[in-house]
Every structure is written in C-alpha cells, then in structure tokens.
C-alpha cells in the first residue's frame, strides 16, 4: 500500500512540475501553500 501512494505522489509530483500551466495551492486565509515550477518564472 505504501508503494502505491508513493508511487502516486511521485506522479502527480512530476505532472504538477511538467505542466505548462500555473497550478498552485493555497491555505484557507489566501496563502500560496505550493507552486508548481511553470509558476516560477
């Protein structure tokens, strides 16, 4: 079981970075909690 969420997490780790688009997440209040590297630049 625990491979298989790693292996998940790995995944959608690598689509969030690959992705050519802004994907970020954020914390109720409005803080940016994560950014995808797209986002960085």
Known sequence: MLHRISIER???ESLL???QVI???QS???AVR???R???Y
């Open 28 to 30: 109720v209040d409005g």
């Open 17 to 19: 970075d690959t992705a």
């Open 10 to 12: 790995d995944f959608n």
């Open 34 to 36: 994560s950014l995808n």
């Open 38 to 40: 797209y986002g960085s």
């Open 23 to 25: 994907i970020l997440t």
